[in-house]
């Protein structure tokens, strides 16, 4: 398996576990409280483009105040609404409602209870479904299955993907796909087979690539893990 392979070739620095390095982010602190139930999950990741996550939760408890979160009120509501609250979501508003009606759509079509839907599919169909609904796809998927309890799967979004390639896990890949095979096969192997370990795993990550490990100009002086980070030899992305 290629991303077994990549773990396998990692300049992973000397003492520096997987556990331990999801145990040491304790420190962060300030984590999102994802909604559990699938189609409230689709809508948070369509509910802004790169926003910072206070504004991302404030819009979405907007939405389901004024909307709902039920795919039917959505499709019935005042597209003017709709508009007023994508207009604060980042860029590109219209295609955000677009976004939101669509996903509402796909739900109907199979039978309005996305979370009933999912349950009964197997896995694997499961996770098709979901990359049908917009900006869904493998990672979403994940972490759409995680986080609802339908299957205790690792799941990572780029800030702790990247965290990981730094520490020196895995080098970076050709690919942003092959580098998120190669870091899920990692939770997969070095990690708990617990669905609130790779919670937790997940929200730390990302939490740490967010504040710390960041794409451009990383705070290595304040990670706990910088005395033995294998930074200086992975590829930063």
Same mark, same amino acid.
């Given at each position: ?16 576990? %997987? %556990? ?14 994802? +909604? ?34 039920? +795919? ?9 609404? %709709? ?46 479904? %979901? ?107």
């Amino acid at each position: 398996m290629q991303g077994q392979s990549a773990i396998n070739a990692a300049p992973t620095a000397k003492g520096l576990d %997987l %556990l331990g390095v999801v145990e040491g982010l304790r420190i962060h602190r300030d984590l999102p409280a994802l +909604p559990s139930d699938p189609f409230q999950l689709v809508l948070w990741d369509n509910i802004g483009a790169l926003i910072p996550d206070e504004r991302r939760a404030a819009l979405f408890a907007e939405f389901g105040h004024k909307v709902g979160y039920e +795919p039917g009120a959505i499709l019935a509501a005042d597209p003017a609404l %709709l508009l007023s609250i994508a207009e604060r979501g980042g860029m590109r508003p219209l295609v955000r409602v677009e976004r939101w009606q669509e996903s509402a759509a796909i739900v109907l079509e199979r039978g309005g209870d996305l979370a009933a839907t999912l349950r009964a599919l197997p896995v694997a169909k499961a996770r098709a479904l %979901l990359k049908r609904f917009p900006v869904i796809g493998d990672p979403g998927a994940d972490k759409i299955l995680l986080f609802a309890g339908i299957d205790a799967r690792p799941s990572l979004d780029p800030n702790g993907l990247r965290s990981l390639v730094r520490l020196g896990f895995f080098p970076q890949q050709a690919s942003y796909a092959a580098s998120y095979k190669a870091g899920v096969t990692l939770l997969s192997t070095a990690g708990k087979p617990d669905r609130e370990w790779l919670m937790a795993a997940y929200l730390r990550l990302r939490a740490h690539g967010k504040t710390l490990c960041r794409r451009g100009t990383p705070l290595c002086h304040a990670c706990p893990f910088d005395p033995v980070c294998a930074h200086a030899h992975a590829d930063q992305f």
